[in-house]
């Protein structure tokens, strides 16, 4: 009987880490397909402008303030679009590098 508690249990656990694991990496990808819409819209302004926007008014995005995604622009040439995953963390992608990072 002790066994099968154990053996139940630890299945639960298995089954609770997989879930988790599956939805982070869900929440990132969309995360991905909601920021590149936004960079993809930044791009093809700055193909039009020569210039990269103050902020995403100038897109005719309205940005959602809580959890984003959200743009900086950092100077001429560069800029971020990011979102808020936690208290003190960020998703977020840097046009200099031109990939998405977790930082802290």
Not at 27 to 40: F, L, M, R, S
Not at 55 to 70: A, R, T, V
Request: aromatic content about 16%; proline content about 2%.
């Amino acid at each position: 009987m002790k066994r099968i508690l154990f053996v139940l249990l630890l299945l639960f656990f298995i089954v609770l880490i997989v879930t988790i694991i599956l939805k982070t990496k869900w929440e990132e990808n969309d995360y991905i397909k909601k920021g590149e819409e936004v960079i993809n819209k930044i791009e093809m302004y700055r193909i039009k402008t020569n210039m990269l926007p103050e902020d995403l008014n100038e897109l005719n995005y309205i940005e959602n303030m809580q959890e984003g995604p959200h743009y900086m622009k950092i100077d001429s040439a560069n800029y971020q679009v990011y979102y808020c995953i936690g208290f003190d963390d960020y998703f977020v992608y840097d046009s200099k590098e031109k990939v998405w990072k977790k930082t802290k």
